[in-house]
């Protein structure tokens, strides 16, 4: 299973200008192989500016190594998933330590303000993620996939680590796209709210003389990102580079 780094570059170019601005949209796995993170980690010492997502408030340190807390439900279940299927979390292996690291997100204050503006709340955001999570597994149902079955036979090989994550890979993939497709036309906190957050850091990064930037976030929210660069910062995608976050091969 890959992840996607996509490179933008200004529309226009203005020779005059100097170097231009560019920006990476980098698509983020939390749970992949180590060598996936270190491959991360050796490029994001290229960039001027690594903006990274995390709700928490302003000026928290993550320390490298620290992983993510089993208090939290979606904490537990991805630490529940990689002790499954032998691989590391993001918390884990991204060194967020970095100089060129830039927080880009909201704060759980402004998570929650948002949600009240928008008069959304934590059951209405589960059940229209339920419902269309149920809507793709009808689809793949009345096309004569099993997911549930595949999982259960998983469960009991011998290879079972490689067999999970070859079945769960296809519905991470999913996961994201119902993700990017979750906001709709009026948007929503969980996507929108926080991508216009990474915006207003981008702007002041590239305000404050940053040439070569990067936007590390969840590949559900790239679809939005990459009209935003569009749209506001005049910049169009010109490469897109792949990197293998979970190998799927048999080892011999």
Known sequence: MESAIVHYVPAALDPKAGPPVTVDLVAAVHIGDAVYY????HRFE??????????????????????????????ALQNGMKSMLALDHQLEKIDYTKKNFVHADLSPDQFLQKMKDRHEGFLQMYMRLLGQTLGAQSEMAASGQSPDMAIFAALFAEDRPLRLKKVLAQQLADTEQLLTNFGGEEGSVLISERNKAAMKVLKEQIAAGKKRLAIFYGAGHLS????????????????ITWLTAWDLQSKP
């Open 46 to 75: 290229a960039y001027d500016a690594l903006l990274y997502e995390l709700v928490a408030p302003e000026g928290t340190v993550v320390e490298r190594g620290r992983g993510t807390s089993n208090t939290n439900p979606l904490g």
């Open 38 to 41: 270190e491959a991360l980690n």
């Open 224 to 239: 939005d990102m990459d009209q935003r660069l569009r749209q506001e910062f005049g910049l169009k995608p010109v490469e």
